[in-house]
Every structure is written in structure tokens, then in C-alpha cells.
């Protein structure tokens, strides 16, 4: 069925650091993928979107690139602040009803 | 202030006890859904309102009940909370289902409920 997988739980790394968080898909539609951010005792808020294969989106420093071929929407940063400390949710959009599929999420940790 | 608004920010209840969730959104929106995010922060849909009208209903107890007196707001009923029910319960909106430009979902701080 259809899916959305983030492999890591956790990441742990020191301000200044590049990040790479993953995020992968199973769909047999077309693709409408989602990054969004949750500060502790926040709201989860978009961060970027992309539907578009190979092009890379870009938001507050982070960046991600859709990639049919891998079916891979990771999140990348080049040097993380301590405010990035969060949980990140990698979703898809179902074409139904704009129902989003959310991953597990991946807990960003950045020490200073 | 144009946002989606929760209350309350937190229930502390007994098992048996109904529980009401409000949602009000001032972002002009025509869908508005609700989230259950467990201990573990797993985000997972529960109800879906487009103009007033339930469109999405995922595999959730009947002792939930949504309700939605104008497309501006969704509030969450719960007769007979478990304890499985304790969880942190976002509410979101979004411009409308048809179609990617409608895509992007705004959410409110969400309502915390400990059922003890």
C-alpha cells in the first residue's frame, strides 16, 4: 500500500553541521510530497513541498529534491543552527481529499 | 489574527468521562480535519470536513464523534474516553481538496488530553 518511511528516529549533530534526513515513498499515484517542522509544544508547520521530479525546493535553509527514479524526497541543511532542534515529518498527499500520510518523523537534536 | 485556534490546551479526565475539543479557523478555508499525534508523536488523520460535509473517515472508535457547525469550525466529541485516548489532538485546515494548490494544511496548536 501506500507509505511514506523515514528511517531515523534520531539525529544528533553539533551546530554547524550538515544535515541529511530521509525520507522515502511507496505510491502508485503521482507523488505530492510534504516536509513539515514541529518545535516542541508547537504546531507542525509546512516547510516545503515538491511535486516536481529533479527540481530542488528551498525554505529556511533547508532543501530538498524530488526523485521518482528513487522515490526520495530527503531533507538537507547545510549547517544547522540550535533553533533547528525539532521533529520532522516527511508526509504524502493522497489525491483524495487531500489527505496527508505522515512518516514517523525524525528528531532533530543540535548541540552547540 | 488569521490562524487556527484550539481549546482547551489541555483536559485531564476520568475513563468513562465525554470530552468536547473546539476548532475555530480564520483562514477563510473549506477543509478542516483532525489529527490524532500519540506518545510516540505518530501523526495520524482521523475525520475530514469539507463545507460542513464529512469526507474522510478514517478507522476510528465510534465513541468519537466530529461535528461541524459551519466550514469555520470542527469540534471533536469523545463519549466514554479510554485511556488509549490520551494524546495531543491537532486540528488543521486547508483552502479545499481540489486539486495541489489546495494542498497545504495550516494547523492549530492542538488540544492535550490525559485520561487517567
Known amino acids: 500500500g501506500d507509505s511514506v518511511t523515514q528511517t531515523e528516529g534520531l539525529v544528533t549533530l553539533t551546530k554547524g553541521l550538515p544535515v541529511m534526513l530521509n525520507c522515502t515513498y511507496q505510491t502508485t499515484y503521482s507523488p505530492f510530497l510534504f516536509w513539515y517542522v514541529q518545535h516542541l509544544n508547537e504546531a507542525p508547520k509546512l516547510l516545503l513541498k515538491s511535486s516536481t521530479d529533479n527540481k530542488r525546493t528551498e525554505h529556511q535553509g533547508f532543501y530538498a529534491t524530488l526523485h521518482k527514479s528513487s522515490s526520495s524526497f530527503h531533507l538537507q541543511k547545510s549547517s544547522v543552527q540550535l533553533s533547528d532542534s525539532a521533529l520532522y515529518f516527511c508526509?504524502?498527499?493522497?489525491?483524495?481529499?487531500?489527505?496527508?500520510?505522515f512518516g514517523a518523523g525524525t528528531r532533530l537534536a543540535v548541540c552547540p | 489574527e488569521t490562524a487556527v485556534f484550539q481549546t482547551p490546551n489541555y483536559h485531564v479526565t476520568q475513563v468513562g468521562n465525554e470530552v468536547s475539543f473546539n476548532c475555530k479557523q480564520t483562514?477563510?478555508?473549506?477543509?478542516m480535519y483532525w489529527y490524532k499525534q500519540d506518545s510516540k508523536k505518530l501523526l495520524k488523520i482521523m475525520f475530514s470536513?469539507?463545507?460542513?460535509?464529512?469526507?474522510v473517515n478514517e478507522t476510528v472508535p465510534r465513541r468519537f464523534s466530529p461535528q461541524s457547525s459551519d466550514k469555520a469550525h470542527l469540534n471533536l466529541r469523545i463519549k466514554s474516553v479510554e485511556p488509549e485516548d490520551s494524546a495531543v489532538y491537532l486540528c488543521a485546515s486547508s483552502a479545499g481538496t481540489g486539486g495541489r494548490n489546495y494542498a497545504e494544511q495550516f494547523f492549530g496548536p492542538g488540544t492535550r488530553l490525559t485520561v487517567l
Open positions: 483562514l477563510g478555508h473549506d477543509t
Open positions: 508526509a504524502w498527499l493522497s489525491g483524495s481529499f487531500n489527505k496527508l500520510t
Open positions: 470536513y469539507n463545507n460542513k460535509q464529512l469526507i
